[in-house]
């Protein structure tokens, strides 16, 4: 049986004695290997480091122990922490790889076919890495020796044409999908869309419904059976509007307008949000968007008319004041053509005039 240097129990650790073929018991009991006839085992000099090494190692094995605990504990609680931090963060509940409209489908679909193509040059450089640490290895038994190889046609080849290759798929994927998912393009639909003008401010959404007459803030309501048709602006800096489950973002520029076409397959309730960082607020300023049924919508449209207030000028002017976490407010009515004035407050080709009171207190807002 091969005895290790430290055995099992810590008494019974066995030290050869330097220059002999003689062992030791570290708690003073010896024991010889080869008897008393034994011969020396080479020069005196080495048979003192085998044993100072051996002891060494004899004298830190508690300590290891202790150091291998502590690291075992120490991996045991970063996984449970990591567990407990990655909890929340469930593919279920990700918009982007579960769309619930046919726009953000699509999307999804161009992302997976990009990550597919993107994996013919990173899963072979897995397998080759792990390929080269086995038959390149220094132990390796008849490995082939070839001091001067420089070049291989193939090797070139596959570098270069492969790269090359993904390259000009990639180009036309995005070629061809940035007309057929052009944001300003109508949605095929028997239903007209429906129109909504959004405003970005500090740190909040305002919706206006010309349809309807009403606007609201931090709540964004159409009909599910109709196409989303969103006119996007500005009253402070760029922002970027986006609701995942439905689409990509776009941006929101002050004095200019921006168009985004939405759809949802059913009823349901996804999350919006600012993605381009803008302050102090950016990360509160979120709203719903609710995909109604003819009633529900109906209901929502009596409700913000009996419930909201007016928006007019001053109220406006206060509500565009920063402001975080706004809660959803809703306004049975809104200045008229308030959403070309804010556009003419910072460019004037817009041809938005500011005649009346509460025109006048819209343009004077203009930083």
Not at 26 to 47: L, Y
Not at 286 to 298: I, L
Request: charged share 15%; net charge neutral; hydrophobic share 45%.
């Amino acid at each position: 049986m091969v005895r290790s240097p430290c055995s099992v129990t810590w008494p019974d650790c066995v030290v050869p004695k330097a220059g002999t073929g003689h062992s030791v018991r570290q708690n003073g009991v010896g024991r010889s290997s080869e008897g008393d006839r034994s011969t020396s085992d080479g020069p005196q000099d080495h048979g003192h480091r085998k044993a100072a090494t051996t002891l060494a190692l004899c004298a830190g094995a508690p300590g290891a122990k202790r150091r291998r605990g502590l690291t075992r504990s120490v991996a045991i609680a970063s996984l449970c922490g990591t567990a407990l931090v990655l909890s929340g963060c469930g593919l279920s509940d990700a918009p982007i790889l579960f769309p619930k409209g046919p726009v953000a489908l699509a999307q999804r679909d161009l992302l997976f076919t990009a990550l597919a193509l993107m994996m013919i040059v990173v899963i072979p450089v897995f397998v080759l890495t792990a390929l080269f640490v086995v038959r390149y290895r220094a132990g390796r038994a008849g490995a082939r020796y070839t001091p001067n190889w420089g070049s291989s046609a193939a090797v070139e080849a596959v570098v270069w044409l492969v790269p090359a290759a993904i390259i000009v798929a990639l180009g036309a994927l995005v070629w061809i999908w940035t007309h057929k998912l052009d944001p300003y393009k109508a949605l095929p639909s028997d239903a007209a869309p429906f129109n909504v003008m959004v405003i970005a401010q500090d740190w909040k959404w305002l919706f206006l419904y010309p349809e309807l007459g009403v606007a609201a803030v931090n709540e964004l309501a159409f009909p599910a059976d109709r196409p989303l048709s969103l006119t996007i602006t500005s009253d402070t800096v760029m922002n970027a509007f986006m609701v995942p489950a439905l689409g990509g973002q776009i941006y929101a520029m002050a004095g200019m307008t921006t168009r985004l076409n939405l759809a949802a397959d059913a009823p349901g309730t996804f999350m919006g949000r600012n993605t381009q960082y803008s302050g102090d607020g950016f990360s509160d300023q979120h709203f719903k968007a609710h995909a109604m049924t003819d009633d529900d919508f109906t209901a929502w449209q009596d409700k913000v008319k009996t419930e909201g207030t007016a928006l007019d000028g001053q109220a406006y002017v206060d509500l565009r004041k920063p402001s975080t976490a706004h809660p959803v407010t809703y306004y049975s009515s809104y200045v008229p053509h308030l959403f070309h004035l804010i556009l003419g407050k910072y460019s004037t080709m817009h041809g938005g005039t500011c005649e009346g009171e509460d025109a006048a207190l819209i343009c004077g807002e203009a930083s």
